[in-house]
Every structure is written in structure tokens, then in C-alpha cells.
């Protein structure tokens, strides 16, 4: 499935180029906003995709906290469940923002194994609109990734990127924490 892939604590992480809302795994992960009532970039393409009942199921579930991470159904999507996590608006490093990302992958793949959900993709939080400095976000996911996986029944764990930059952060990534 990956461009390229890896091994670690018993479940496969891999780093594609592709359109997250194309890929039929057991839940992808959506870069919401606070309302998860949809917004722009993969949280737009997301609830498109979805459809309508997307919109009226986050509505029940009344937002979602920077670094927390909330679930629903795929609905029209080839994937079965989103995962919502809401990560920070990068405002120079010096307010938590490393900590809150780590949240957001950690609380997701947390959301994940309690759901028994085998294989999840992320995108590259928050590195659009929120400004998250691209490589060291990419640092974060990979270090969380490797060790919340662990002891879970995740055995799949994808890092979909929007383009060869993003991927090339997360090769970076790889390649610094190994």
C-alpha cells in the first residue's frame, strides 16, 4: 500500500501520497476544527465526501478540545469510521503546541484500539491552515505513532500525505528517530 514502510512495535507504518477520503481502512483521521462541523482543507474534503449525516452525527457530539479526539461512522467514505482530532494552531512553539500534537495522535490511536479498530490513516496535522512548522509535526506523529501502537490491535498505520514534500518530511522523520 506505502511507498514506503516500516515495522515498529508490531504494526506496520507506512508514508503514501494520496487523497485520505480514497482509502478503505477501518478509519482515517480528520484534522478537524473545534465545531467538527467541517471546514476547509482534508476536514472540507472529509465531510464532502462523507456526506450529509457526517455533519448531523458531529453536531451530537458537541465539538471537540485541541489534542482530544472523537469518533463517528465513514458514512460515504471507503472507510468505516473518522477519527476527529483537533490539533494546535501553531503560535511559534513556545505554548504547548508539541504537547498538544502528540495529544491528538496519541488520543487517536487510544480511540482507535478501544474501538478495535485495526489500521488508521493520519493526515499531516496540523500543517495547513494552523501553521504547524511541517517536519517537526511530521517528528511528532512518527515518535507518538511508534510508541502509542504498542500493545494495541492496530496493525496498520498510515501516513497519508497530501504531497512528495509531506512524505519527505516523514522519511525525514524516520530516518532522525530510528
Known amino acids: 500500500m506505502g511507498a514506503s514502510a516500516r ?98 495522535y496519541r488520543n487517536s490511536i487510544t480511540l482507535a484500539a478501544r474501538h478495535n479498530l485495526r489500521s488508521l490513516a493520519f493526515p499531516a496535522i496540523p500543517t495547513g491552515i494552523y501553521r504547524f512548522p511541517a517536519a517537526l509535526a511530521a517528528r511528532i506523529a512518527v515518535e507518538t505513532t511508534r510508541r502509542a501502537v504498542a500493545d494495541t490491535p492496530i496493525d496498520s498505520v498510515v501516513f497519508c500525505c497530501f504531497d512528495a514534500a509531506s512524505a519527505g518530511h516523514y522519511d525525514a522523520a524516520f530516518a532522525e528517530t530510528n
Open 7 to 104: 515495522i515498529e512495535n508490531g504494526a506496520e507504518l507506512s508514508i503514501i501520497v494520496a487523497d485520505i477520503t480514497t482509502l478503505a481502512l477501518d478509519a482515517i483521521v480528520n484534522a478537524a476544527n473545534s465545531s467538527l462541523l467541517g471546514g476547509g482543507g482534508v476536514d472540507g474534503a472529509i465531510h464532502r465526501k462523507a456526506g450529509p449525516r457526517l455533519a448531523e452525527e458531529c453536531r451530537m457530539l458537541h465539538g471537540c478540545k485541541t489534542g482530544e479526539a472523537k469518533i463517528t461512522a465513514g458514512y460515504n467514505l471507503p472507510a468505516r469510521h473518522i477519527i476527529h482530532t483537533v490539533g494546535p494552531v501553531w503560535q511559534g512553539g513556545d505554548k504547548g503546541e508539541p504537547a498538544l500534537l502528540e495529544r491528538c
